[in-house]
């Protein structure tokens, strides 16, 4: 069975970093595609940042910069480093993985099959 479990998030100010981990168990991590989403109350849960099997990276506009995706494949562990953090930043952010993906997909929420319970981030002005 799939388990995603998110890890790291918190409360921090204007400007400030956080790292996210998701621990996974279940199926052949390093054959998945990974991603970050995140979900503000009230709006639609958005593509923050994917990572494929190859290695190759996909990052929403409003993050670019700002935060970086990676992962460990022999710790089967999902890494998001988050810098400059920004009060529209705050969110619940989850995990999640998927067999195959599209490069040009991997920022859609509706070709994950696995999600983690999320983790909250929330920044202060």
């Known amino acids: 069975q799939v388990q995603l479990v998110e890890s790291g998030g918190g409360s921090v100010q204007a400007g400030g970093s956080l790292r996210l981990s998701c621990a996974a168990s279940?199926?052949?991590?390093?054959?998945?595609?990974m991603g970050w989403f995140r979900q503000a109350p009230g709006k639609e849960r958005e593509g923050v940042a994917a990572?494929?099997?190859?290695?190759?990276?996909s990052y929403a506009d409003s993050v670019k910069g700002r935060f970086t995706i990676s992962k460990d494949n022999a710790k089967n562990t999902l890494y998001l480093q988050m810098n400059s953090l920004k009060p529209e930043d705050t969110a619940m952010y989850y995990c999640a993985a998927a067999g195959y993906i599209r490069s040009s997909r991997r920022l859609l929420k509706d070709d994950y099959n696995y999600w983690g319970q999320g983790t909250q981030v929330t920044v202060s002005s």
């Open positions: 990572i494929d099997s190859d290695g190759s990276t």
């Open positions: 279940g199926y052949t991590y390093s054959s998945y595609c």
